[in-house]
């Protein structure tokens, strides 16, 4: 399966059980990322998602252990590292900002090896950076 | 007759005095409450909040804040108490709404000298300078540039790690819904203390009735490492700090054609001693000003 994050300029997640930050503009960016393909998520980042009302959007509290290989998740409020062995490719969305935070990304980006880099504007953020690893040792 | 008044004036005079201490020192709970959130009797005072423990801000009342059902407006508003007798800052409050935000840079604030007032420098404050003029309520939340009742004295540690997080949870979250967001912020400070202890901070976003955006913290003015006398605004290093600063030895060595320092202990910190691009440093502050940054590994 395919991750996909968005991270803090500290790797948090989320601050008392609410995400840090969303963006329209990173939101169609990641549906289009991910178009053709099952999106996996749970009914607290659907809530974010249901107005675009794509077919291709699975929910489920479980997700992660239900998505199959070359599948994306999207993954807000859940700890990583049980799943570690079944994430094929990680999508990290940087907001580039410090927010608040008592929820943090549990893997190590130093286990992983960065593919691709790339800046854009979002709807509310002046920088967003987008990166994707897959795992060391894949090669 | 004239005895008569003088009582009533004496009392009136007591409990002026009583209500002008507890203002400066608490805030009533149980009187500021969203309807529906979790209710607390509880008072913020100096003397309830949790000693400072390594982290820049501590959650109060399980995140709740105290807003009142009445403040649920869709309509952006700001207050700044007036200055106390001693010349302090009392509550911030808005409601923020995109009208309110800045829609150019920053003005010069500096003509501004809050109470507890020091320009004091320390090596070990990120750009050294120990205080910063703190707004209250952020200027990228309201735009409010030279304002004196919304500038308290607070440290470079309060500012950067403690409230500036939260104004930037605050700030995207209006830019992206064009929605509001109740905002209050109280700096507690201890009997007649010039410098704040910290600051209470409370959110709420209105249209979505909290779902966005709910907190309620109190963010320290400390800074690690330092001694604050808060009655003054003086200070002085914690002597471990100094310890560790004494400790530190060597210079740092930056490389003027890659424009790279390097730290003692640093991969290529001892291969730089012969560098025909060597340029020393005394602090890494120093170095970065240069326009040098720090060598990863």
């Known amino acids: 399966m395919n991750v996909i994050v968005c991270l803090d300029d500290r790797q948090g997640m989320m601050f008392y059980n609410r995400r840090q930050s969303q963006d329209r503009k990173l939101r169609e960016r990641i549906l289009k990322l991910c178009s053709g393909n099952v999106l996996w998520m749970n009914a607290y980042s659907y809530k974010l998602y249901a107005e675009t009302a794509n077919d291709f959007i699975y929910v489920d509290e479980n997700f992660l252990s239900k998505a199959q290989k070359g599948e994306f998740c999207l993954v807000e409020s859940v700890l990583l590292k049980p799943y570690e062995d079944k994430i094929e490719q990680l999508i990290v969305f940087w907001w580039n900002r410090h927010y608040p935070a008592d929820f943090y990304f549990d893997l190590n980006l130093k286990d992983w090896k960065k593919e691709s880099e790339e800046e854009f504007q979002g709807s509310s953020h002046d920088k967003i950076t987008e990166e994707i690893y897959t795992k060391k040792g894949n090669d | 007759m004239k005895r008569k008044y003088y009582k009533i004036w004496l009392i009136a005079a007591l409990i002026t005095g009583i209500l002008f201490l507890t203002s400066c020192n608490a805030v009533d709970y149980s009187a500021k409450s969203v309807q529906g959130a979790v209710k607390s009797d509880k008072t913020v005072s100096v003397s309830n909040i949790p000693e400072y423990q390594g982290e820049p801000y501590v959650v109060l009342n399980e995140n709740m804040p105290m807003f009142e059902e009445s403040d649920m407006t869709q309509t952006s508003f700001e207050?700044?108490?007036?200055?106390?007798?001693?010349?302090?800052?009392?509550?911030?409050?808005?409601?923020?709404?995109?009208?309110?935000?800045?829609?150019?840079?920053?003005?010069?604030?500096?003509?501004?000298?809050?109470?507890?007032?020091?320009?004091?420098?320390?090596?070990?404050?990120?750009?050294?300078?120990?205080?910063?003029?703190?707004?209250?309520?952020?200027?990228?939340?309201?735009?409010?540039?030279?304002?004196?009742?919304?500038?308290?004295?607070?440290?470079?540690?309060?500012?950067?790690?403690?409230?500036?997080?939260?104004?930037?949870?605050?700030?995207?979250?209006?830019?992206?819904?064009?929605?509001?967001?109740?905002?209050?912020?109280?700096?507690?400070?201890?009997?007649?203390?010039?410098?704040?202890?910290?600051?209470?901070?409370?959110?709420?976003?209105?249209?979505?009735?909290?779902?966005?955006?709910?907190?309620?913290?109190?963010?320290?003015?400390?800074?690690?490492?330092?001694?604050?006398?808060?009655?003054?605004?003086?200070?002085?290093?914690?002597?471990?700090?100094?310890?560790?600063?004494?400790?530190?030895?060597?210079?740092?060595?930056?490389?003027?054609?890659?424009?790279?320092?390097?730290?003692?202990?640093?991969?290529?910190?001892?291969?730089?001693?012969?560098?025909?691009?060597?340029v020393i440093f005394q602090t890494e502050q120093e170095a970065i000003e240069a326009g040098y940054r720090k060598a990863k590994r």
């Not at chain 2, 003054?232 to 740092?252: N, P, V, Y």
Request: charged share 20%; hydrophobic share 30%.
């Open chain 2, 79 to 278: 207050q700044y108490s007036e200055l106390d007798s001693l010349g302090r800052c009392g509550v911030a409050f808005a409601n923020v709404g995109m009208d309110l935000m800045p829609t150019e840079d920053r003005g010069s604030i500096s003509q501004i000298k809050p109470t507890g007032w020091q320009s004091v420098q320390y090596d070990n404050v990120d750009g050294k300078y120990l205080y910063n003029r703190c707004h209250l309520i952020g200027y990228q939340l309201t735009a409010e540039n030279a304002n004196e009742k919304n500038l308290i004295t607070g440290t470079r540690y309060m500012n950067v790690e403690g409230m500036l997080p939260f104004e930037n949870m605050v700030a995207d979250y209006v830019k992206e819904t064009n929605h509001h967001v109740l905002y209050r912020v109280t700096p507690i400070f201890s009997g007649t203390d010039l410098v704040a202890k910290g600051v209470q901070i409370e959110a709420y976003s209105v249209e979505d009735r909290g779902e966005a955006i709910c907190f309620h913290v109190f963010v320290y003015n400390v800074q690690p490492g330092i001694t604050i006398d808060y009655s003054t605004g003086e200070s002085h290093l914690e002597e471990a700090a100094a310890q560790k600063m004494d400790s530190f030895q060597g210079e740092i060595r930056g490389n003027s054609s890659s424009k790279i320092y390097h730290c003692p202990g640093q991969a290529s910190y001892e291969q730089m001693a012969t560098s025909e691009h060597l």
